[in-house]
């Protein structure tokens, strides 16, 4: 642990005042790791949820991709199917 220079202030200040602000400041500094560390699991738990949803639209695009062709198919035969039935009828 690194050791605060003693400023001017400081060195007449009483050893527990001294004590005292290092309370706080450990306190604080205690809090604001604590803090650090929540934000740091929220954002990891944002980014599962970015992949996860990222994923699932990937798929969903893969599948429309697929509905797509399988519907430009369709027409195609359907369109060969009629031109068919005009020939003969």
């Known amino acids: 642990m690194?050791?605060?220079?003693?400023?001017?202030?400081?060195?007449?200040?009483?050893p527990q005042q001294l004590q005292g602000e290092i309370a706080g400041l450990q306190s604080q500094l205690?809090?604001?790791?604590?803090?650090?560390?929540l934000n740091l699991l929220?954002?990891?738990?944002?980014?599962?949820?970015?992949?996860?949803?990222f994923l699932a639209h990937q798929q969903q695009e893969q599948t429309l991709q697929s509905q797509q062709q399988q519907l430009q198919r369709a027409e195609a035969l359907i369109q060969a199917m009629l031109e068919r039935l005009e020939q003969q009828g």
């Open 2 to 14: 690194s050791r605060l220079p003693i400023t001017a202030t400081s060195a007449h200040s009483d």
């Open 42 to 53: 929220m954002l990891q738990q944002a980014q599962e949820e970015l992949e996860f949803y």
């Open 30 to 37: 205690e809090e604001a790791r604590d803090e650090a560390e």
